[in-house]
């Protein structure tokens, strides 16, 4: 278990070829024990932008705050504070900051290779909320 205001997760540079002006906090990652899925915040100053790049696993992203364009092979579409983007997998992309203040963003993936966890479903045999 892991509770923590964002901030007090150590702000990282993000330096993949292609990004610019881009930092990263691992808000939850596999030393937390999360088992499956690690959650990042990004944080990308005005300006700038993660690298235009595809991989084989999906992302799930909410915007926190500022205000953005999602870059794909597919064309650009604009995101803003409370919205949330799939990115399916295996499709180029990008996010670019086209505010003029800071963009932050959650950004939840799957572990390339996920830990054991000790119980199938801690909730029993049922499904909650189509999970």
């Keep these: 278990m892991k509770l923590a205001h964002y ?4 702000l990282e540079p993000v330096n993949a ?8 906090r ?3 990652a596999q030393k937390d024990g999360a088992p499956n899925f690690a959650m990042r915040m990004f944080e990308v100053e005005p300006g700038g932008h993660t690298p235009y790049h595809k ?14 364009s999602f870059v794909t092979d597919r064309g650009e ?7 949330f983007i ?4 295996n499709i180029m992309h990008q996010f670019k ?13 799957p572990h390339e290779e996920p830990v054991k966890k000790k119980t199938l ?5 049922g499904k909650a909320n189509n999970c």
Excluded at 7 to 10: C, W
Excluded at 86 to 89: L, N, W
Excluded at 121 to 125: G, T, Y
Aim: aromatic share 12%; charged share 20%.
């Design 7 to 10: 901030d007090q997760v150590e």
């Design 17 to 24: 070829e292609g990004a610019e002006n881009v930092k990263i």
């Design 26 to 28: 691992w808000l939850i």
């Design 55 to 68: 991989h084989a696993w999906e992302h799930e992203i909410w915007c926190v705050e500022g205000k953005g």
């Design 77 to 83: 579409m604009a995101f803003a504070a409370q919205d």
């Design 86 to 89: 799939f990115v399916d997998p």
């Design 97 to 109: 900051n086209v505010g003029d203040s800071a963009l932050r963003f959650l950004c939840l993936i």
């Design 121 to 125: 479903n801690p909730f029993a045999a």
